[in-house]
C-alpha cells in the first residue's frame, strides 16, 4: 500500500472537524438523455478495487497521527487500517461498495437495455478515468462504485461511543472517450449516538453493528446514485 492511503486518514481527522464531507469533491452528474439512450446494446463492466482503507481510529491512534505531523498520521494510518482490514477479512466482510455496484448494474440493464459483459471483475486501483477506460478494450461503459472514505471514528465527547463514517463515490465511463457521463457522492455516519458501541462492540457478534451501518450506508448510496443515472 502506497504511503498516500496512509496519510489519508490522518486527513480524515481534519474533514471530520469540516462535517466528514466538506474536504471532498461532491460534484454531481446526472446522465443525460443522450447519453442514456447510448446505453442500449452496449456491454457493461464493473470492476472491483483492493480491499483497504477501512480503520478505527482509537483516541490515543488520533492523537499520535495529530502530533506526529504528515509521518505520525502515516504510521498510525497505516496501524488502523491493518488491524482494520485484519477484522473485515475475519469477519468475511467485503467493500460495501461491491454491493452497491451490483444493484447499480442490475438497475442499469433493467433501465437501459445495456448488456452486462460476462467474466470475472477485474481489480482496478486507479482514480483516472481514462487510465481505467484503457483496462477494458472489450466494454463499452463501465460502471465504477469505490469507497472513498470509510473508518470507524469515536464520537468526541465521549471517547468511548463510537460511529460509522463512510462515503462513497459512481462513476459511469463511456469506454471509447475517459468521459464521465454520471457520477454520484454518497457521504454516510451513524446518527444513533445513544445506542453506540465502544471499540470492541463494532467487531462483536459477528461485527453485527458494523454490517448494520454499512447496509445502511449502501441503502442511502444505491438510492442517491440511482438519480444520476
Request: glycine share 10%; with cysteine.
Amino acid at each position: 500500500m502506497k504511503i498516500s492511503n496512509y496519510i489519508k486518514f490522518g486527513l480524515l481527522i481534519v474533514c471530520i472537524a469540516c462535517s466528514a464531507t466538506s474536504c471532498i469533491s461532491t460534484k454531481i452528474i446526472a446522465i443525460s438523455s443522450s447519453d442514456r439512450a447510448a446505453l442500449r446494446g452496449k456491454t457493461l463492466v464493473v470492476p472491483k478495487h483492493t480491499l483497504r482503507g477501512w480503520g478505527v481510529f482509537k483516541p490515543e491512534t488520533a492523537v499520535a497521527a495529530g502530533l506526529g505531523g504528515a509521518i505520525g498520521g502515516a504510521i498510525a494510518g497505516s496501524i488502523a487500517e491493518q488491524q482494520g482490514i485484519k477484522e473485515l477479512n475475519k469477519h468475511g466482510i467485503k467493500d460495501p461498495a461491491e454491493g452497491v455496484a451490483k444493484s447499480l448494474e442490475d438497475m442499469l440493464v433493467k433501465k437501459s437495455g445495456v448488456k452486462r459483459l460476462q467474466g470475472a471483475p477485474m481489480i482496478v486501483d486507479d482514480h483516472d478515468p481514462k487510465k481505467i477506460a484503457g483496462k477494458f478494450p472489450t466494454a463499452d461503459y463501465i460502471l465504477e462504485v469505490r469507497s472513498i472514505a470509510w473508518m470507524g471514528m469515536y464520537y468526541p465527547m465521549t471517547l468511548t461511543k463510537y460511529r460509522v463514517m463512510h462515503t462513497m463515490r459512481m462513476r459511469l465511463i463511456e469506454r471509447s472517450t475517459g468521459r464521465v457521463i454520471a457520477q454520484g457522492f454518497s457521504a454516510y455516519q451513524t446518527d444513533d449516538k445513544e445506542n453506540a458501541p465502544d471499540f470492541d462492540g463494532i467487531y462483536a457478534d459477528g461485527a453485527r453493528f458494523l454490517r448494520q451501518e454499512f447496509k445502511k450506508s449502501s441503502d442511502q448510496a444505491v438510492g442517491m446514485f440511482s438519480d444520476q443515472l
